[in-house]
């Protein structure tokens, strides 16, 4: 539990590209692909709902 930097991988809804992003307190992440604005609760479910 000595980990201070903790990174998830997370796929672009738009782009669909796997890419890592550190865990921050905001829940925003953009991607570095298509620029597109989400959430990390959108990319933690299954089916997407931004197109
Ligand atoms: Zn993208």
């Known amino acids: 539990m000595a980990s201070l930097q903790r990174s ?3 796929r ?3 782009c669909r ?3 890592a ?3 921050k307190k905001s829940v925003k992440w953009t991607c570095k692909a298509c ?3 989400q959430s990390f609760l959108q990319v933690s479910r299954r089916n997407c709902q931004c197109q």
Do not use: M, N, Y
Request: proline share 0%; hydrophobic share 35%; charged share 20%.
């Open 8 to 10: 998830r991988v997370l």
């Open 12 to 14: 672009c809804c738009s």
């Open 17 to 19: 590209l796997f890419q």
């Open 35 to 37: 620029g597109e604005k």
């Open 21 to 23: 992003h550190q865990v």
